[in-house]
């Protein structure tokens, strides 16, 4: 069994800042990539980025490119997104994921998802 778990979601202003967390249980986790995921009321799930435990390579989707920075810390077995300049639309639940190919974009590449921590943003 896998678990992931996700933190550090909260309401904030346009041009604040957040970091979650992705704590991960297990130890297979070096040999997959974690993916975050993010989903608002009414829209399909979207990448935001993804980033390689063996190789700590990231991948960002264009839209959250230059703002948002994942990192990983390997003592704690946790990835982060570190989350800048903080817009209205980036408003949705965020979703860490376990990637079981090199296919990051997509959310059927993953098999183990956390729960998901809410980030609001206001105007």
């Known amino acids: 069994q896998v678990q992931l778990v996700e933190s550090g979601g909260g309401l904030v202003q346009a041009g604040d800042s957040l970091r979650l967390s992705c704590a991960a249980s297990?130890?297979?986790?070096?040999?997959?990539?974690l993916g975050w995921f993010r989903q608002a009321p009414g829209k399909e799930r979207e990448f935001v980025g993804a980033?390689?435990?063996?190789?700590?390579?990231?991948y960002y989707a264009d839209s959250v490119k230059g703002r948002f920075t994942i990192s990983r810390d390997n003592a704690k077995n946790t990835v982060y997104l570190q989350m800048n300049s903080l817009k209205p639309e980036d408003t949705a639940v965020y979703y860490c994921?376990?990637?079981?190919?090199?296919?990051?974009?997509?959310?059927?590449?993953?098999?183990?998802w956390g729960q998901g921590t809410q980030v609001i943003v206001s105007s």
């Open positions: 297990g130890r297979s986790f070096s040999y997959y990539a």
């Open positions: 994921a376990r990637g079981t190919s090199s296919s990051y974009y997509s959310a059927g590449s993953y098999d183990y």
């Open positions: 980033i390689t435990w063996s190789g700590g390579r990231a």
